[in-house]
């Protein structure tokens, strides 16, 4: 007997359950295409919408960050951890963002666990849309402030709750900009109505809408065009800038304050400085031109028109995530199964990351993806959805 038995029973019933989580391994570089078991397959899977994970120009970025300054950052940056990579980039992705000051950290989780518990503790109160992602639920947690949560974009809901939790210190509102099982939109025009009505901090984590959403991929703010009226931006560099890393973007004395509180940048050292490089590339790239943000949004309509008129019950996206929505978790396990047979990398998500019932394949549409590559993507995606009586 061990300590650790419990584990193994665990793990046991996830398997039976069907609820245990298989994990691929890629062979190749993050692309359109990677390899799976030896084998070139469609990729439909990964947040890499701009194709920038596999970009000659962010390669060659990185490869001369490491002559230059190395590969580890030594410390936390609070220490001896900061270098020139990270100042320019944070001024570039301020510049880039309309924003007074932004600060980089080592992914999006990071900064949603520094920026939560720095704004707010046990004498203040939370408002977080029920489906926000697992990051900002712990930076809610770790804060040990008072977490109201309210129905999935339901401002009138929202609103009853605010009106129902007047007697705290600081009062935050927290929102996903996009939420990524549906590809919805927070709709933030409103929410910051009501955090202006109610005299909240306004916080959004755009992480599927940074490189994706607004003009030449700005983000959730520049899209409603709310410049200056959201306190708090967070976003990622490991989706759509490809790399990995994650931001906030907002007032100067809101940056300040999260270089003397924000735990993961005090306590945990910074981006590589090839992180930081190749970062730094693909703002430039998204500063002189919107051809991939362009490609990626054509590819989309193209994927979700073809998509519907096949018959598939493809949701309500507003983005170029596009759910195949199934029902139960068994169909979509066996859809996704065929479809990586015939060649195409797609993931079944069922519960608990979506609903019982809601099960389905996720299609991540990407920049990377040529005319013929959607064309075969559509034929199989086709072809599976007949032979298994979905369409
Ligand atoms: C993916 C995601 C994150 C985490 O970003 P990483 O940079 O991968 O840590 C945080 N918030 C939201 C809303 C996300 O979708």
Request: proline fraction near 3%; glycine fraction near 10%.
């Amino acid at each position: 007997m061990s300590t650790l038995d419990w584990i193994d029973e665990e793990i046991t019933n996830l398997k039976e359950q069907g609820l245990y989580n298989h994990i691929r391994t890629i062979e190749s570089a993050m692309d359109g295409w990677v390899v799976i078991n030896g084998r070139e397959m469609l990729n439909f899977c990964a947040n890499n919408y701009l194709g920038l994970a596999n970009h000659p120009r962010l390669k060659a970025a990185a490869k001369d960050a490491i002559d230059e300054y190395g590969v580890g950052p030594g410390a936390v940056r609070s220490i001896a951890g900061t270098i020139t990579l990270h100042d320019k980039l944070e001024q570039a992705l301020a510049e880039f963002k309309h924003a007074e000051a932004c600060l980089t950290f080592q992914s999006g989780f990071t900064a949603n666990l520094a920026t939560i518990p720095a704004l707010v503790g046990k004498e203040d109160v939370i408002f977080s849309d029920e489906l926000n992602h697992a990051s900002i639920i712990d930076g809610c947690r770790l804060s040990r402030a008072k977490i109201v949560g309210y129905a999935h974009n339901d401002m009138a809901d929202l609103e009853a709750k605010l009106g129902e939790h007047t007697n705290y210190g600081r009062r935050l509102i927290v929102s996903d900009g996009v939420f990524s099982m549906d590809g919805d939109i927070a709709p933030l025009d409103k929410l910051c109505d009501l955090a202006e009505k109610h005299g909240c901090i306004l916080m959004v984590d755009d992480a599927h809408g940074e490189g994706v959403l607004g003009t030449g991929g700005r983000g959730i703010v520049d899209h409603f065009g709310l410049h200056g009226r959201v306190d708090i931006e967070v976003g990622t560099l490991s989706k759509a800038f490809g790399v990995v890393g994650g931001l906030v973007a907002g007032k100067k004395s809101l940056v300040d304050w999260l270089k003397q509180r924000g735990r993961p940048f005090l306590f945990s050292s910074a981006m590589t400085a090839p992180d930081a490089a190749a970062c730094l590339e693909a703002v430039a790239m998204l500063q002189e031109s919107t051809e991939l943000v362009d490609r990626l949004w054509a590819n989309a309509t193209l994927m979700k028109g073809e998509m519907a008129k096949m018959g598939f019950d493809i949701g309500h996206s507003t983005t170029p995530i596009v759910p195949i929505m199934l029902g139960e978790a068994p169909l979509a396990r066996k859809f996704s199964q065929r479809l990586f047979e015939e060649g195409v990398f797609a993931m079944a998500i069922g519960f608990p990351t979506v609903a019982k019932g809601k099960a389905r394949i996720r299609v991540m549409n990407s920049a990377a993806h040529s005319q013929s590559d959607l064309e075969q993507g559509l034929a199989i995606f086709e072809k599976v959805g007949r032979e298994l009586g979905v369409i």
